[in-house]
């Protein structure tokens, strides 16, 4: 009774664990090295409530090591060196397991400690995390592991946990019936967002707070599960490696012109009220994908911007909504990134040059003696305000950084440049 209920129902064997079918299934290799008990370090990533701990307990038990648990967030390397020192004990003759939650909390020397004993085999390192192991876990521990990732668990997969729950729960009402509605195991399972624990911990809290009737049937209704449930819980971290997802998925859904992807992505971010990112990566996209193919997009954006930030959230989604929708529907052309990155690209390869005399500044005294400004053909002088000189150092004169897209305002430039220079 006084153990958390997500503790109480955790699986016991790998047939019991809902989903993760794509490392667990049949003839999959996580559940080939698990069920033979020959277990090697490995490192399991994905969103919390999706089955890291419960996994690595399983493979624990198999694997006849003794087993030692330790969380990041409040461990360090005395704690690391209490596990290694029982090396060669009795209780330790088999080796020894160990579990490490949280890993990404472990700065580098932390971690290195973990080197010597894990690359000899007499401890078997697990650690899980919840962010991405390739920015946050130092690379010779991930060079001496395998990486699993763990994902969301489907809604099925929720409702399956919390009907199971919901069985061992009615173990702690004697003398009452337990009853769920069908409609409030569902919200249940919907709002945990693939998040197991999170579903458990709702049901739970419904079945202590339902009220029995006379009949002494305790039913918890879809109203009920709604207040135990809020909100739907969402995996949105502003400085991990989820929040460059969304920003990504975004701005590539903008780029292929889905304006429902475009605001399914804009919702979630609306949801985390993340304006500044928001606003940030909008600006960016008017001018990389969309640019010159429609160069007001960038100023109606600025202006859809700016009303968002003076407004604030919850009227700030639709000024966003506006521009996401200006965006993915726009012309896309990426001829203004492609030719500063061009620009930039040489002058790292190939250099600056000298700026041509003709073009120097020839402000100043002296400026004729060193023949600055001489030969300067002042374009407005000309026909048409052009004419043809040299503007590129002598290094770089015959580079091509500009190439015109092949949309409607970029194909009126290359007809109009036609016209001049014939």
């Given at each position: 009774m006084n153990r958390p209920l997500a503790d109480r129902i955790r699986p016991r064997s790998l047939d019991e664990v809902e989903g993760q079918r794509h490392i667990l299934g049949e003839g999959k290799v996580l559940r080939r090295a698990i069920e033979s008990g020959r277990i090697g370090n490995m490192i399991f990533h994905g969103p919390s409530g999706t089955g890291k701990t419960t996994v690595a307990n399983i493979a624990a038990a198999s694997s006849n090591r003794k087993f030692h648990k330790l969380n990041a967030t409040n461990a360090g390397v005395s704690d690391v060196k209490a596990v290694?020192?029982?090396?060669?004990?009795?209780?330790?003759?088999?080796?020894?397991?160990?579990?490490?939650?949280?890993?990404?909390?472990?700065?580098?020397?932390?971690?290195?400690?973990?080197?010597?004993?894990i690359e000899t085999g007499d401890v078997v390192l697990i650690a899980s995390t919840a962010e991405n192991p390739y920015f946050y876990v130092y690379n010779a521990i991930l060079s001496r592991s395998a990486v699993f990732e763990f994902k969301p668990l489907t809604k099925d997969d929720i409702e399956k946990t919390v009907r199971r729950a919901i069985e061992v729960l009615k173990g702690d009402f004697p003398g009452y019936t337990l009853v769920f509605e069908d409609s409030a195991t569902e919200h249940i399972a919907v709002m945990a967002n693939g998040d197991a624990r999170r579903a458990v911990n709702a049901t739970e809290l419904c079945a202590y707070t339902a009220v029995p009737d006379e009949k002494n049937v305790i039913t918890v209704s879809l109203d009920?599960?709604?207040?135990?449930?809020?909100?739907?819980?969402?995996?949105?971290?502003?400085?991990?490696?989820?929040?460059?997802?969304?920003?990504?998925?975004?701005?590539?859904?903008?780029?292929?012109?889905?304006?429902?992807?475009?605001?399914?992505?804009?919702a979630r971010l609306v949801a985390a009220e993340d304006l500044p990112s928001i606003c940030r990566r909008l600006m960016v996209i008017a001018s990389e994908d969309v640019g010159l193919a429609y160069p007001l997009a960038v100023t109606i954006v600025k202006s859809c911007v700016d009303c968002a930030l003076a407004l604030g959230f919850p009227e700030a989604r639709i000024p966003l909504a506006e521009a996401v929708i200006l965006l993915a529907t726009a012309p896309k052309s990426n001829s203004v990134v492609r030719g500063i990155d061009a620009a930039?690209?040489?002058?790292?390869?190939?250099?600056?040059?000298?700026?041509?005399?003709?073009?120097?500044?020839?402000?100043?005294?002296g400026a004729k003696k060193l023949g600055r400004g001489e030969g300067y053909k002042y374009p407005h002088d000309f026909p048409n305000n052009y004419v043809m000189q040299q503007y590129l150092p002598d290094i770089l004169k015959d580079r091509k950084y500009y190439t015109p897209g092949e949309n409607k305002f970029e194909e009126s430039l290359k007809e109009y440049w036609r016209r001049i220079l014939t």
């Open positions: 290694i020192a029982e090396l060669g004990g009795f209780s330790a003759q088999n080796g020894i397991l160990l579990y490490l939650d949280e890993i990404q909390n472990f700065n580098k020397k932390q971690q290195q400690s973990l080197l010597e004993v009920l599960a709604e207040q135990a449930s809020q909100k739907k819980a969402m995996t949105y971290d502003r400085l991990g490696d989820n929040h460059y997802d969304i920003l990504s998925a975004f701005q590539k859904s903008i780029r292929g012109s889905d304006p429902d992807a475009s605001l399914h992505y804009l930039m690209g040489d002058i790292e390869s190939i250099g600056v040059g000298e700026v041509p005399d003709h073009l120097r500044d020839s402000h100043y005294d």
